[in-house]
């Protein structure tokens, strides 16, 4: 109980914090009126010099928006949104810049130690411009690893292969971005997808042309480059023939956001033998101790196989936001296409998690796979929602799925709700589930050797997530590893 | 000053009284061994000197090296030297057996503070024991006790032992499951740490065991008490005529 006090209170201060450092000053010219209208979509196309096609786009979502209603569902629950009480967009807020790490909270800086981030890109993450000149830039370019991101660009470049944000692809690549956008999830697919569609915000866009191996891990650049994309993510990634890339999304840092809701949309496109690996690691935060004021995150993601023998794979580790929905999902249109998800999400304290994968198998000899690991604690609830579904034509369709869920004392609930449809007779899907509670004595067998109760915890859940931590790029699995202990903090005892 | 010092100790575990008035000393270099019919409570007494959750102490006190143990939370136990062989020892998925030994020999290293193993320090040490344990490199890579025999968990636990260095080495009858030559392997790596400065419980059903590792001190206990103490000689006529004597005087 303790540890989660200290939780508690170390969010409360970073609450603190941000406020004396003038989070909440905003220049309003850089804001869209409150509320959802025509006018909003029209003034945020405005503000992104977008042609007039992608107004168009945007404005027939918005009036498909008006015509549909809010699922519910997801075992998630949450107080009524009120879509005319919101900003759609505000241009990116620049941190407050300081001049040292030493005016931020000890306590800050104590959990960036624990995950393992070294201090050069804890001060690019916080802001920190150094004295030399009296530069006040926007985080994303403060650093003096602007350098090292404008090397990444040149390799990029060099093998041809576009990366930029989605606004500016819409300008500078428009006859890729209007091939693309939207055809993996299509505007009317669901409600908060056509919400994002018509108000989206940015995001990014990746094209690796044929035969190209991205020369880096996206994640890489991005790590010296986050971008500060607002609420309506947007990401569209192609693979073209026998192209591979590797993105991750997200940051083990700790984050935060005035905004409450968060509703993106990614879509991943591979054709002939192409693939694309999509990693998330997602540290929202969860809200305070009664549950309140945390994220709550409402995203579509999906990927389409669309030639053959082609792949998708989908890693993500889940630890952060209020409440969570979502479903990482593959078309497997291709003849041996193959779709794999890998999912850590865990839930403590007040959190909801609605999340699962859909895997579509329309093509012949298409393969998927499905390992999912949900980690319940406090008074969470963590539900594993699949979908595995063989079409008429996919003969030799394969499916395995394995959920298995740990659950951490006794006030939390794990759920798996799987759906399967065969179509045809040849498809072959297996399905495996176990819940089992933290052992009492495996944690004080690993106390008994030394290790504090948190420890052990830690311990303990990190074998049990082990196979799907194997699937992230390497320095990150590091790092999930210890943001998955950091999570479960105050969990036990 | 002696290792452990038990004194009086009444346990209840879910309203049940098991140890009733239990006392028992144990001094630097000695070796004791305790022996007892099933259900008299051997198990129980380690797992409340190692500080197990779910016990209630309700009379008596625990010494370790003068110092109180039953104020101490488990894992200080440990790093004091407090070390538990299990009598079953539990399977921890997914994490390397490697990466256990390193994890919890630093964490009790850091309670100390000591300075951690740097990493090739470590791996000679561990390689060291393992090897006089005859325990393959192979069975260190694979997740703690998963898919271990029987045997190969005791010489997990006495491996640990060795690496650990406690000062109080209790081991849960460490000779259950073990065939003759693994008991051999396993008794000389316990009789290897034997040393003046180092004391042992061992809890065994069996006589055989004490052939091995050769006692100072043998205890019979029965329904939740001491019952009776003596040299090894003791081992013997209990081998020869049973538990059923003592039942009475319990
Ligand atoms: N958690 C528990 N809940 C209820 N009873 C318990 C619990 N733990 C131990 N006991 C009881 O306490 C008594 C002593 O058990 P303990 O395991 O200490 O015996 P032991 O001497 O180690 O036996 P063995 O030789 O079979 O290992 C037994 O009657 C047992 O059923
Ligand atoms: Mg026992």
């Not at chain 1, 595995?388 to 004392?409: E, M, P, Q, W, Y």
């Not at chain 2, 022996?35 to 016990?55: F, R, W």
């Not at chain 2, 694979?142 to 032992?161: A, P, T």
Request: hydrophobic share 35%; glycine share 8%; charged share 25%.
């Amino acid at each position: 109980m303790a540890a989660v006090q200290e939780t508690v209170d170390r969010v409360r201060r970073i609450d603190v914090d941000q406020y004396r450092y003038g989070f909440e000053t905003l220049i309003e010219s850089d804001k869209a009126p409150k509320g959802l209208s025509e006018d909003t979509v029209r003034f945020i196309s405005a503000k992104k010099n977008e042609p007039a096609w992608m107004l168009e786009w945007r404005l027939e979502a918005y009036r498909r928006w008006l015509t549909m209603t809010e699922p519910n569902w997801a075992r998630v629950d949450y107080p009524k949104i009120d879509y005319q009480d919101l900003y759609y967009y505000s241009a990116p807020k620049p941190k407050k810049t300081i001049g040292s790490l030493d005016e931020i909270d000890p306590d800050i800086l104590e959990t960036y130690k624990k995950l393992g981030i070294p201090l050069r890109e804890v001060e690019v993450l916080e802001g920190v411009v150094r004295p030399e000149g009296e530069r006040r830039i926007a985080v994303d370019a403060v650093f003096d690893s602007v350098s090292v991101a404008t090397t990444f660009q040149k390799e990029l470049k060099q093998a041809g292969v576009i990366f930029m944000p989605i606004s500016e692809a819409i300008r500078e690549h428009p006859e890729l971005v209007r091939k693309y956008l939207g055809t993996v999830v299509p505007t009317s697919d669901n409600y908060f997808a056509t919400l994002n569609s018509a108000v989206f915000s940015d995001g990014s866009f990746v094209y690796v042309p044929p035969g190209v191996r991205c020369p880096m891990e996206l994640s890489t650049y991005f790590r010296i480059n986050e971008r500060n994309t607002g609420q309506f993510e947007r990401t569209l990634i192609i693979a073209d023939k026998g192209a591979y890339v590797s993105y991750l999304e997200g940051c083990t840092a700790p984050q935060r956001d005035e905004n409450q809701l968060h509703a993106a949309v990614v879509e991943l496109v591979t054709h002939v033998d192409a693939e694309i690996k999509y990693s998330t690691v997602q540290n929202w935060y969860p809200g305070n101790s009664e549950g309140k004021g945390g994220i709550y995150n409402f995203v579509t993601k999906r990927g389409d196989c669309r030639g053959n023998n082609s792949k998708i794979s989908w890693t993500q580790v889940e630890t952060g936001s209020a409440i969570t929905w979502k479903y990482p999902s593959c078309i497997l249109r291709g003849d041996n296409s193959r779709g794999e998800f890998y999912s850590i999400a865990i839930s403590n304290g007040h959190q909801q998690v609605d999340s699962g994968t859909k895997m579509i198998h329309l093509g012949k000899n298409t393969t998927s796979r499905i390992i999912s690991k949900g980690i319940a604690a406090g008074v969470s609830q963590n539900t594993y929602r699949g979908l595995v579904t063989a079409h008429r034509k996919a003969t030799g369709a394969r499916n395995f799925t394995a959920c298995d869920s740990l659950l951490i004392g006794d006030k939390c609930g794990a759920h798996t709700v799987p759906y399967i449809e065969a179509k045809n007779s040849s498809a072959l899907f297996e399905h495996e589930a176990t819940t089992s509670k933290i052992s009492e004595d495996v944690l004080f067998y690993c106390v008994q050797r030394g290790l504090s109760q948190e420890e052990a915890v830690g311990l303990v859940v990190n074998g049990f997530v082990k196979d799907v931590l194997q699937q992230l790029p390497m320095e990150f699995a590091v790092e999930a590893q210890k943001l998955i202990s950091i999570s479960l903090e105050g969990s036990v005892g | 000053m002696s290792i452990l010092e038990v004194k009086n100790l009444q346990v209840r575990v879910e309203e049940r009284e098991i140890l009733h008035g239990l006392s028992l000393t144990v001094n630097p270099g000695e070796v004791h061994a305790i022996m007892g019919p099933n259900g008299s409570g051997k198990s129980t007494l380690s797992h409340v000197i190692a500080g197990k959750p779910g016990y209630e102490v309700t009379g008596g006190e625990i010494l370790f090296k003068g110092e109180n143990l039953l104020e101490m939370s488990p894992d200080v136990r440990s790093s004091k030297g407090v070390f538990l062989a299990f009598q079953y020892p539990v399977e921890i998925p997914g994490v390397a057996t490697m990466t256990f030994l390193r994890t919890a020999l630093n964490a009790q290293r850091k309670a100390r503070g000591e300075s951690e193993f740097s990493t090739p320090d470590f791996l000679k040490k561990v390689r060291s024991v393992a090897a006089s344990l005859n325990i393959p490199q192979d069975m260190l890579r694979r997740g703690v006790n998963v898919g271990f025999s029987g045997g190969e968990k005791k010489r997990n636990e006495i491996l640990q032992m060795a690496l650990f260095e406690p000062s109080l080495c209790i081991l849960d009858e460490m000779d259950s499951g073990l065939d003759i030559d693994a008991l051999r392997v396993a008794a000389d790596g316990v009789n290897a740490l034997r040393s003046p400065d180092r004391a042992m419980v061992v809890i065994t059903h069996y006589q055989r065991l004490l052939n091995y590792i050769v006692p100072d001190f043998v205890h019979v206990m029965s329904k939740g008490k001491v019952v009776k103490s003596g040299g090894k000689e003791l081992a013997l006529e209990l081998e020869a005529s049973g538990y059923a004597q003592f039942e009475d005087a319990a």
